[in-house]
T-cell receptor, first 113, second 114 residues
Framework: QKEVEQNSGPLSVPEGAIASLNCTYS??????FFWYRQYSGKSPELIMS????GDKEDGRFTAQLNKASQYVSLLIRDSQPSDSATYLCAARFSSGSARQLTFGSGTQLTVLP | SAVISQKPSRDICQRGTSLTIQCQVDSQVTMMFWYRQQPGQSLTLIATANQGSEATYESGFVIDKFPISRPNLTFSTLTVSNMSPEDSSIYLC???????????FGPGTRLTVT
């Protein structure tokens, strides 16, 4: 069964802190991983994609991938109240349709002013 | 990335009726998908909309309930048929990039069935 697991939270961090969001996946052969941000009442917005082991940085966001541990994380540095949202992790599994993404249940993040 | 629009943005429908949701993209795209997001839940893929052929449905979703059309590379429709309150959800279309597999979502259609 193809699964993507996330801690549902809620996760609260103070403004300016680092928020750490975690995700594990079941298919060792998965190649592509994505983080989406979803504000309440809005559709998901792609913020990061990562394909290789290691870190990928984009502004205040860093995605980390460890394929051996089947683990993906998203770090948000200098967290702002505007980062308060639900963060969805998604994986493209190697089995089945290679075009599909499987989404985790999301982690709700609140950044406290 | 492509600009995606959906119509309607929201609707309230009576049990037993059908609603057709439109998804329009401002450029030609190969991959287009339909998702459902029930209140407080994550995204569930309904089907892949294939241009010129029948959609590919995921387990638990059938064509009679969720017929999909994809007449060209910029447009698709999803119909929710014979609706019940359990169909109350947000319906989202997305488009996928064939090289990166990134997906981008439309604004969604919020459906309430009474």
């Amino acid at each position: 069964q193809k699964e993507v697991e996330q801690n549902s939270g809620p996760l609260s961090v103070p403004e300016g802190a680092i928020a750490s969001l975690n995700c594990t996946y079941s298919d060792r052969g998965s190649q592509s991983f994505f983080w989406y941000r979803q504000y309440s009442g809005k559709s998901p917005e792609l913020i990061m994609s990562i394909y290789s082991n290691g870190d990928k940085e984009d502004g205040r966001f860093t995605a980390q991938l460890n394929k051996a541990s089947q683990y993906v994380s998203l770090l948000i540095r200098d967290s702002q109240p505007s980062d308060s949202a639900t963060y969805l992790c998604a994986a493209r599994f190697s089995s089945g349709s290679a075009r599909q993404l499987t989404f985790g249940s999301g982690t709700q993040l609140t950044v406290l002013p | 990335s492509a600009v995606i629009s959906q119509k309607p943005s929201r609707d309230i429908c009576q049990r037993g009726t059908s609603l057709t949701i439109q998804c329009q993209v401002d450029s030609q795209v190969t991959m287009m998908f339909w998702y459902r997001q029930q209140p407080g839940q994550s995204l569930t893929l309904i089907a892949t909309a294939n241009q010129g052929s029948e959609a590919t449905y995921e387990s638990g979703f059938v064509i009679d309930k969720f017929p999909i059309s994809r007449p060209n590379l910029t447009f698709s429709t999803l119909t929710v048929s014979n609706m019940s309150p359990e169909d109350s959800s947000i319906y989202l279309c997305s488009v996928g990039d064939v090289s990166s597999y990134e997906q981008y979502f439309g604004p969604g259609t919020r459906l309430t069935v009474t």
